[in-house]
């Protein structure tokens, strides 16, 4: 029997998690930035709109000399919601098309709202799983 697409973007998600833990380069802080990075996306989205929001963590992965830091977990994020929203599947809003801000500023508006309501979909599970793998538990904190 086929799994559904909420299956898929739990797989996707959990699979980019132990990907994340997997990598021994990460430190625990860089772990815990980018669960804190992947629980405010959804806001944002929801605030300023996905091109905003991506355009966003693009900006704040700039380091030295105006250049992408592909370590940053601003950096990672957008790559990891990029490579949802534009894999090759038939349900991918931007199916094929590679890079997301080009999708983004290229496409139509029916699909910026099929990608942002997806974006919101799959952060629904990544969100969940980031904070359950990645982030630090707070001093103090017993619950």
Same mark, same amino acid.
């Given at each position: %029997?086929?799994?559904?697409?909420?299956?898929?973007?739990?797989?996707?998600? !959990?699979?980019?998690?132990?990907?994340?833990?997997?990598?021994?380069? #990460? @430190?625990?802080?860089?772990?815990?930035?980018? *669960?804190?990075?992947?629980? @405010? &996306?959804?806001?944002?989205?929801?605030?300023?709109? &996905?091109?905003?929001? *991506?355009?966003? !963590? !693009?900006?704040?992965?700039?380091?030295?000399?105006?250049?992408?830091?592909?370590? +940053?977990?601003?950096? #990672?994020?957008?790559?990891?919601?990029?490579?949802?929203?534009?894999? +090759?599947?038939?349900?991918?809003?931007?199916?094929?098309?590679?890079?997301? %801000?080009?999708?983004?500023?290229?496409?139509?508006?029916?699909?910026?709202?099929? *990608?942002?309501?997806?974006? !919101?979909?799959? &952060?629904?599970?990544?969100?969940? &799983? *980031?904070?359950?793998?990645?982030?630090?538990?707070?001093?103090?904190?017993?619950?």
């Amino acid at each position: %029997m086929p799994r559904t697409l909420d299956q898929d973007r739990a797989a996707y998600s !959990l699979q980019k998690v132990k990907e994340i833990i997997e990598d021994r380069t #990460f @430190s625990e802080d860089w772990k815990d930035k980018y *669960a804190g990075y992947v629980e @405010s &996306l959804p806001a944002t989205i929801l605030n300023c709109g &996905l091109g905003q929001a *991506a355009a966003t !963590l !693009l900006a704040a992965s700039k380091k030295q000399n105006n250049n992408l830091s592909e370590n +940053d977990p601003h950096y #990672f994020l957008y790559k990891h919601l990029q490579n949802w929203l534009c894999r +090759d599947s038939k349900e991918a809003p931007y199916n094929r098309t590679g890079e997301l %801000m080009k999708a983004i500023t290229a496409g139509d508006r029916h699909s910026y709202i099929l *990608a942002q309501a997806e974006a !919101l979909k799959w &952060l629904e599970w990544h969100k969940k &799983l *980031a904070v359950a793998y990645l982030k630090k538990d707070k001093v103090g904190d017993q619950s």
